[in-house]
């Protein structure tokens, strides 16, 4: 197959994929499709539940194996559409559309890799493309129920938009929930234990607190309160404040280590973590995929977003067509250059021997 033929077809998948509804844990649809590019391009695959995945023709269990990911599903629309979201639209270079950018280009850009090199003999890497679902709502039917059925992953490109800049760390994520006690009273009558103005030093406890420990490529952990609640009517004092705290986590804690930090110093009665497993993930800088991609004329950074990455316990590297600031904005586009660049360079990214001249 030409490389612009495979071009071709990845962006007739993204309309067909733009064009039916897969919000996360409704993506049987979408995963329909990608069962159809595995069908008509007659290569093997398996599916569990709304996931797709498959394995290069000539696997070699002595050889690490390579993880291309990315997801189909996608969030709802927001009120501030102009256009109709499921419309796969071609305008100005633009192919618009919900989850075109996020992470549908990054998605057929990768299954075109994996196809272009499905009956290649001299991998370096075992590769294996896994399209799966709930990567919105990290749900447990997505890639995490996917690791125990496919073979051992040494290390992955999660397809996520990055402009084709190596994201070689990603933020973890936990979320607590905290409590700030006080007397329940009458407004009218004297209260020296108001839990609503004790809760004025704890925001303030928070706003000022700081993890010491930095990352190069992550920087500071960063804590923001984002939710408060309390009180029922405007005459009774409330026994307690509920807290929410966001917590972006870089690569120099574990999650775990977060919630021991806050559980011993956080000035507050209750606090608890919804979930300690989504990690901070990343790559070493000198890992030789980072390396080629450098050589390709690729930046390094570390992303604050989160993604599949999480989920994963190998080295991962976050790469893909398209622009962060674009996901889940209203009239979501991606440009057609962008897939066509993407599958290109994913390609001499994982080529058997470094690239000479065009493909």
């Known amino acids: ?189 004297p209260n020296e234990n108001n839990a609503i103005y004790k809760t004025a030093d704890v925001l303030k406890w928070f706003e000022e607190f700081d993890f010491p420990k930095e990352s190069e490529a992550l920087g500071e952990v960063k804590l923001t309160v984002t939710q408060i609640n309390a009180g029922s009517q405007h005459n009774v004092v409330p026994g307690h404040v509920d807290l929410v705290i966001d917590v972006r986590v870089n690569d120099a804690y574990s999650n775990a280590e977060i919630d021991e930090i806050l559980q011993e110093k956080a000035p507050v009665d209750e606090i608890t973590a919804r979930s300690l497993r989504l990690n901070s993930s990343s790559i070493p800088k000198d890992h030789e995929l980072v390396k080629a991609g450098i050589a390709l004329g690729m930046e390094t950074y570390g992303s604050p977003t989160l993604s599949d990455q999480a989920m994963l316990n190998c080295p991962s590297l976050k790469l893909g067509p398209g622009d962060s600031s674009r996901s889940h904005s209203a009239d979501e586009f991606i440009y057609l250059k962008e897939i066509e660049d993407g599958i290109e360079t994913y390609i001499k990214l994982i080529a058997p021997q470094p690239p000479k001249g065009e493909l």
């Open 1 to 189: 197959m030409k490389l612009e033929e495979l071009q071709k077809d990845a962006i007739a998948l993204l309309k067909k994929l733009i064009s039916t509804q897969s919000f996360s844990k409704e993506e049987d649809k979408t995963a329909d499709l990608l069962e159809k590019w595995f069908s008509e391009k007659e290569m093997a695959f398996s599916r569990h539940l709304n996931n797709v995945w498959a394995t290069n023709k000539y696997f070699d269990p002595a050889k690490p194996s390579l993880l291309l990911n990315s997801h189909h599903d996608t969030v709802k629309p927001n009120s501030a559409y102009t256009r109709d979201p499921f419309e796969a639209k071609i305008e100005n270079g633009k192919l618009y559309g919900l989850g075109s950018n996020d992470a549908g280009g990054c998605l057929v850009s990768l299954l075109a890799t994996f196809t272009w090199y499905y009956e290649t003999k001299d991998l370096k890497y075992n590769l294996i493309f896994a399209g799966t679902g709930e990567e919105e709502i990290n749900g447990k039917n997505g890639i995490s129920c996917m690791l125990p059925k496919m073979p051992k992953i040494d290390v992955a490109i999660v397809g996520e938009p990055t402009l084709m800049q190596l994201a070689i760390a990603e933020k973890g994520l936990v979320v607590f929930d905290a409590k700030v006690k006080g007397t329940p009273s009458h407004a009218a009558h």
